[in-house]
């Protein structure tokens, strides 16, 4: 049994060219703290942010969202780091040219490379309305990709009168806005243990005016959006968890995959079998790692296929229960890989422990990844009212049958 893999294409030629580079340059990478130069020009070469953008603007194309998580899975089992600042530049880029207006769009595509866009659109800035945009100023933080980044973003609470504007449903207004990297100041602060080379580093912007052009409401995201794949439409509830859980099946894979070649050869002096892999209880736990996986991995999956024809086939609202699945699905998947990578590590011995061992490095960036707020534990329980609702309805269909 294989695992369902990218589709035959441009795409997939570029994951067979240049992701062994990318695998090649990671524990390097670890070590400065950013991609290497040789990575970059990979990542760059091979287009892969461009999975999320249109033809007609140089991408691959309006990929569906079940397509564009291969693409995001399949490099990050090259390397965790490329493929988290992959699900960020790319998921950035191509939902700000969903939502940009089209002289926006023109400006951001105004450069001589297709535009990589890192920062976070959570709201810690502050905006004034002022005539023509808003005045935007705001202390940010992890700018995942900021090595590779042509534009940044950031999120902001819209005031008026030294208070923010509030909504109909109660909530502040909040916009994010997308500017160049020149106009950023990088502020540092990634020095870690995990997840080094994605550069997620805290950023400042402004006071500075930014036109109306450069500006994506947030809340309510537009719909229909502007241009670009219709999963667009979907916004961020959807795009942050569901960007993650690419990245974090990809790093298990690839640990279950490495732990798989080392257990044949692997010697253990403190018990009655030659090598790891010849001990029953390792080959247990392997055949439930790799299953767990495996089936998480499908059940995301086929959330992103439903994602693509709910975009595809319906109008109106996104309803809430969209963001509620995600976060259930993406906060499940990070525990099971995280069984995943622990096994792995484990298992390993000394070999995982050694500075550039895939294996370790694998181990702490999936822990790295799970100190995100997006996939706190709490999710669940905030998530657990569509699940409420949704099986609460199903029993009451049943019977009503």
Not at 259 to 265: G, S
Not at 336 to 353: H, N, P, Q, R, T
Request: charged residues 20%; aromatic residues 8%.
């Amino acid at each position: 049994m294989t695992r369902t893999t990218v589709k035959p294409g441009p795409i997939a030629d570029a994951l067979a060219k240049y992701g062994p580079i990318l695998d090649r340059e990671g524990a390097e990478g670890a070590r400065l703290g950013r991609l290497t130069d040789v990575a970059v020009e990979a990542f760059i070469a091979g287009n892969f942010t461009g999975t999320s953008i249109p033809k007609e603007f140089g991408g691959y194309g309006e990929d569906s969202y079940a397509e564009w998580a291969r693409v995001v899975e399949e490099v990050s089992r090259n390397d965790g780091a490329s493929g988290w600042c992959l699900q960020a530049l790319s998921g950035n880029s191509g939902l700000f040219i969903a939502g940009l207006s089209d002289e926006g769009v023109k400006k951001m595509f105004a450069g001589p490379v297709l535009p990589r866009t890192a920062g976070m659109a959570g709201p810690r800035g502050k905006a004034v309305r002022v005539e023509g945009g808003f005045m935007v100023e705001g202390k940010h933080q992890f700018a995942s990709g900021s090595s590779l980044a042509t534009h940044f973003i950031a999120g902001s609470i819209v005031y008026e009168n030294d208070k923010p504007v509030m909504l109909d449903n109660g909530a502040p207004e909040i916009i994010a806005i997308t500017m160049p990297k020149d106009q950023v100041r990088n502020t540092g602060n990634w020095d870690v243990i995990g997840l080094q080379a994605s550069a997620s580093v805290d950023y400042e912007i402004g006071p500075v005016f930014v036109p109306d052009d450069q500006v994506v409401h947030l809340n309510p995201w537009p719909d229909p959006v502007q241009r670009g794949s219709h999963s667009m439409r979907m916004g961020f509830s959807v795009r942050a968890i569901g960007g993650h859980t690419p990245v974090i099946l990809g790093i298990a894979q690839r640990s279950l995959e490495e732990i798989a070649k080392l257990a044949p050869t692997r010697q253990r002096k403190d018990g009655p079998y030659p090598a790891v892999g010849d001990q029953p209880h390792f080959l247990h736990e392997l055949a439930l790692r790799e299953a767990e996986l495996h089936s998480v991995r499908l059940a995301m999956l086929d959330y992103y296929e439903q994602v693509d024809d709910f975009a595809d086939n319906t109008t109106g609202p996104v309803g809430q229960e969209w963001g509620d699945r995600a976060q259930q699905l993406g906060r499940y998947a990070h525990d099971i890989a995280i069984k995943a990578v622990d096994f792995a590590y484990e298992w390993s011995g000394s070999a995982g422990l050694r500075q550039g061992n895939v294996i370790g490095r694998n181990f702490l960036s999936l822990h790295a990844i799970n100190q995100h707020i997006i996939a706190d534990r709490y999710t669940l329980i905030d998530g657990s009212r569509t699940v409420i609702a949704e099986l609460a309805a199903s029993t009451a269909a049943f019977y009503a049958a």
